[in-house]
């Protein structure tokens, strides 16, 4: 079946440090993928995504590449803030065209000032 | 727009009652989802709408939890007799079809005493 697996956390950085999450996925056929990140109190939100291999995603400073032959879509930052603490979820979609996401187990990342 | 609306945003009751827990989606997305959040579980999608209809409801845990959605915006959940263990943070979701991105709403926080 399809799913996501992700980097564990929590992950603590310095501001301004590079950020790297990595995400792998299994899934039979071409899945879009995204990133979500969730802010203390708040739902989901979409971060970015990419909806076939090599396109990159990009937002906010984040990228995120769709790499097939590795399978994988890691999220990255060059220098990150104190508000980019939070929970970050990686998600394939159904490549059968159903309308469920997968999402990992979502990483919590605390950025220290 | 508002975003996807849920309510109540906390909710407290004491086991055995009925909780009933409301979503209204974006104006124009044809799809529904609930989902419930907690520590030990992460993130399981319970149920999801597409046009008013359930197309998947695997993931509900039990008989106890029913969901329905009487038109294009207003869903409900519902939990009778609720339990201790049911103590989440529900979302609810809304989206095109076919686009695989989710909106989410700010969740409602049930504790059940």
């Known amino acids: 079946g399809n799913s996501v697996t992700q980097m564990e956390g929590p992950v603590t950085l310095s501001e301004e440090a590079f950020l790297t999450i990595n995400c792998t996925y299994t899934?039979?056929?071409?899945?879009?993928l995204f990133w979500y990140v969730q802010y203390p109190g708040e739902g989901l939100q979409l971060l970015l995504k990419?909806?076939?291999?090599?396109d990159k995603g990009s937002n906010k400073g984040f990228e995120a590449t769709y790499r097939k032959e590795t399978t994988s879509f890691h999220l990255e930052k060059g220098s990150v803030q104190v508000s980019d603490s939070a929970v970050y979820f990686c998600?394939?979609?159904?490549?059968?065209?159903?309308?469920?996401?997968?999402f990992g187990q979502g990483t919590r990342l605390t950025i220290n000032p | 727009d508002a975003g996807v609306i849920q309510s109540p945003r906390h909710e407290v009751t004491e086991m055995g009652q009925e909780v009933t827990l409301r979503c209204k989606p974006i104006s124009g997305h044809n799809s529904l989802f609930w989902y419930r959040q907690t520590m030990m579980r992460g993130l399981e999608l319970l149920i999801y709408f597409n046009n008013n209809v359930p197309i998947d409801d695997s993931g509900m845990p039990e008989d106890r939890f029913s969901a329905k959605m009487p038109n294009a915006s207003f869903s409900t959940l519902k939990i009778q007799p609720s339990e201790p263990r049911d103590s989440a943070v529900y979302f609810c979701?809304?989206?095109?079809?076919?686009?695989?991105?989710?909106?989410f709403g700010p969740g409602t926080r049930l504790t059940v005493l």
């Open positions: 979701a809304s989206s095109q079809l076919f686009t695989g991105e989710q909106f």
């Open positions: 998600a394939l979609s159904d490549p059968q065209g159903a309308q469920k996401l997968v």
């Open positions: 899934a039979t056929g071409y899945p879009s």
């Open positions: 990419a909806t076939k291999a090599d």
